[in-house]
């Protein structure tokens, strides 16, 4: 009888291991699936849940960053950004992001720094990092100039 007991413990135990991996993933592309469709309340609400279920999960805190780039919360968004870093420090389009948020709080030395890690990982946005390094220098001080 306890052998059976045991059994049936063991197995709900990696039903659950299952599903709640399972549901992370299911949490996550039904946010992608929301946020592609402009949703961003509910997409919102979908990668919260898939960030409980997987606190490691970089995309979902990539992906909140977005929507709070849309509202327009720069403080959450740069969080988001570097939490996502934080989890993948190689992920091109969070530093990409954090590199435009810097860029326009004038923190040029963090631009510089961002952009030479940016050049090391950088596989299909590259582009992007000549874009941002020309806006620096368009904007940033001269030393001659007073």
Known sequence: MFKILRAIAIFYFFLN?????????NFFKKGLELYNDKNFDDAQFMFERSIVFNPKDFNSYLYL????????????????LKTSLLIEPNNE??????????????????????????????????????????????????????
């Open 93 to 146: 389009e969070a530093i990409l992001m954090l590199m435009k948020i810097s860029l326009e709080k004038s923190n040029y030395s963090k631009v510089k720094k961002l952009s030479k890690t940016f050049s090391e990982v950088c596989k299909k946005l590259c582009d992007k990092n000549k874009e941002i390094l020309e806006n620096l220098n368009n904007i940033e001080p001269k030393k001659n100039e007073s």
């Open 65 to 80: 960053a977005k929507i709070y780039n849309y509202k327009e919360d720069k403080q959450k968004e740069e969080k988001n």
């Open 17 to 25: 291991v299952f599903n709640m991996s399972m549901s992370n993933e």
